[in-house]
Every structure is written in structure tokens, then in C-alpha cells.
């Protein structure tokens, strides 16, 4: 187990406490779907936060508590840091009912990235279930800008119905400006509903990738992860190029609290995001 460096502003000053939550003001929301909102954040102290596809921060609110979420901007852009948060608990509940101009605490970014680069002269498979679109999207957006450096790009996404599709406008412009194939699937749909309906890992056997030369992302419940890993494997896409993060209970985010560890690992350090060869033999091990 390795403890990260602290954070560095992006200005290269001194690092900041990791404990400590930096200042940041909403400055922005989107209402995404029912349950589900983004949050559009600036620094009060003035440092972007700089961050990796993948990462995640520890978001506060101030009298509630404080939640692990992914970063959903785009990691090659400067811009507010953006958060997708779906609404399940206090702390998430607080979270997105933030008006602009409300002071949220900002702890990170942390964890491990998708280093989708390392897929580059091959074909990319992204496998994701409802929220976990949002961790997904940095990756994709790191793709789509060096989409020539990229074979077959397929995302394939399950939502529980058509009202909880997250960033549809996004995935129609990846799919129309950018040769992405897209694949989107519900869990139950009304009779307008004229897609796919049915499991998202039951689209992994015929869609279009080259199994030999595929780094594949996945990210979404950890039952979805496991069944989406299985099909993944028996397209024959080797456990080592498949990624997966592994969203468990944080509340340190540095390595210190143990909340998080699983067997040898720290996954708020070692991971979230970690191949499935490494995965595979820990997966029934329960959370703390
Ligand atoms: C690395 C990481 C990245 C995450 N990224 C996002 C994100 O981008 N957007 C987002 O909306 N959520 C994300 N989550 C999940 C988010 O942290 C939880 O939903 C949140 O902690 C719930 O806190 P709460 O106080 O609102 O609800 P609680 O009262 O703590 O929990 C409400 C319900 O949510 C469940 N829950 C709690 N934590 C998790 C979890 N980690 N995964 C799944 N279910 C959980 C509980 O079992 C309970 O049923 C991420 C989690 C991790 C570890
Ligand atoms: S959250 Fe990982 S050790 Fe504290």
C-alpha cells in the first residue's frame, strides 16, 4: 500500500493538506435527470484543481458530511471542476440541491486514472450502468479529443429507464462527430420507448471490437462490473486490459482510515480504478 504524494495546486505551489477541504463555490447546476445533478465548481482561492480521467474528490458539505465523487469534466481543459451526483443519501441530497453561490469543501483529486492512453492503436469498449457514466465521461472526452489515435470506439450504457439516461446530448454528439458507437439499453421502458431494452452486459457479445487489441473501461454497480468483466473475458479480451473502478466506501481518501481497504489494497489509493486480473480474487471480499 502506497500513500500519494499530497496534491499539488495547479500553480505548482506548495502541496495542500489532503485533510483539509479547499473552498469552492458552486457556480453552476444541471439538472441531469430526476435524481441527478452536476455541479459546476470554481476554487475560492483562486487554484484550479488539476486532475486525471478517473480521479475523484471528496466533496463536503458544510453541517452534512462529506462523499467520494468522480470528477466528470474534461481532464485537458481548463474550466470549473464538474461533478455528477446522484441523489441517495444526506450528504449526496445536500449536494445537489446547492444553489449557486453555496461554499462546498474540496478535498483531492485522488485515486488512480483510466490511462485511456495506453489504449491508443486499438479498440476501446466502455461498458457502464447508470451513474457510473459520469466517472466514464473524462475518459471519453480524452478519446474523442485524439480520436484519430483510436481504432473502433464503442460505448455501450444501461440506465433503469429512458428518464434516467445521463448525458444524452453527449453521447449523440460522440456518436455523430466522432464515429463512436453507442449503445444504450433500459431496464424497463414505457411503450414510447422505442430502443433497447434489457441487461447492458448482454451487449458485450456481439458488439463490434477487436477482443486482441481492446482496453476496455467499465464502471457501474459492482454486480454489473462482474457480469460486464465475465462477458469481456469470454469475448477473449485479456483480464489485464480490463478496467474497472471500484466505488467502495471512502472516507480519508489518502490511505489513512482503512475504510476502504480490500485485502491488500487501498482503493482509495491503489485504485478506484484497477485491472481485473488484479480484481478478479477480491471481488466477494465484503466492504468493511
Ligand atoms: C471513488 C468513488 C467515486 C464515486 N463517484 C460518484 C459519482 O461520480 N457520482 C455519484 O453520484 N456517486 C459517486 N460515488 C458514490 C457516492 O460516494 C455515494 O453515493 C455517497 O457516498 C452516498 O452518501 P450519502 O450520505 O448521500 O448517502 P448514504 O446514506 O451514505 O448512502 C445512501 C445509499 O447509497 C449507498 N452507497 C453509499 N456509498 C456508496 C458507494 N460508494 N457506491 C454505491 N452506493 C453507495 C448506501 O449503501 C445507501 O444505500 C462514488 C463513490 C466512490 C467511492
Ligand atoms: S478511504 Fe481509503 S484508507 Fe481511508
Known amino acids: 500500500m502506497s500513500v500519494d504524494a499530497p496534491p499539488a495546486t495547479a500553480s505548482g505551489d506548495l502541496p495542500v493538506d489532503p ?13 441531469d435527470t430526476r435524481d441527478t445533478v452536476t455541479l459546476a465548481l470554481e476554487p475560492l482561492d483562486g487554484a484550479p484543481l488539476v486532475h486525471r480521467a478517473g480521479q475523484f474528490t471528496m466533496l463536503h458539505a458544510f453541517g452534512v458530511g462529506e462523499v467520494p465523487i468522480s470528477i ?24 445537489v440541491t446547492a444553489t449557486p453561490g453555496t461554499t462546498i469543501g474540496v478535498r483531492g483529486p485522488f485515486g488512480t486514472g483510466w490511462d485511456v492512453s495506453d489504449g491508443r492503436g486499438g479498440d476501446v469498449v466502455i461498458v457502464t450502468g447508470g451513474i457510473g457514466l ?6 471519453i472526452l480524452e478519446v474523442v479529443s ?3 489515435e483510436y481504432g473502433r470506439v464503442v460505448l455501450l ?5 429512458p428518464e434516467d ?5 453527449d ?8 464515429g463512436i458507437v453507442v449503445e444504450v439499453t433500459v431496464d424497463y421502458g414505457p411503450p414510447s420507448w422505442t430502443g433497447r431494452v434489457g441487461l447492458v452486459t448482454n451487449l458485450v457479445a456481439r458488439a463490434g471490437f477487436d477482443p486482441l487489441h481492446t482496453l476496455a473501461l467499465v464502471c457501474g454497480p459492482e454486480v454489473m462490473m462482474r457480469y460486464a468483466a465475465t462477458a469481456l473475458v469470454a ?6 486490459r480490463i478496467r474497472l473502478s471500484m466505488e467502495r466506501n471512502m472516507k480519508c481518501g489518502v490511505g489513512l482510515c482503512g475504510h476502504c481497504q480490500l485485502r491488500e489494497l487501498f482503493l482509495c489509493v491503489d485504485g478506484p480504478v484497477l485491472d481485473y486480473a488484479r480484481l478478479a480474487p477480491l471481488m466477494d471480499v465484503q466492504e468493511l
Open 235 to 240: 469475448r477473449g479480451v485479456r483480464p489485464e
Open 19 to 31: 485533510m483539509l477541504p479547499r473552498p469552492f463555490q458552486v457556480i453552476g447546476t444541471h439538472l
Open 72 to 95: 466528470c469534466g474534461d481532464p485537458m481543459r481548463p474550466g470549473p471542476l464538474m461533478h455528477t451526483i446522484r441523489d441517495v443519501g444526506a450528504v449526496t441530497h445536500a449536494l
Open 165 to 169: 439516461i445521463l448525458f444524452a446530448e
Open 157 to 161: 450504457y444501461g440506465a433503469r429507464s
Open 171 to 178: 453521447m449523440a454528439a460522440w456518436a455523430a462527430d466522432h
Open 134 to 139: 459520469a466517472p466514464l465521461r473524462p475518459a
Open 146 to 148: 485524439r480520436r484519430a
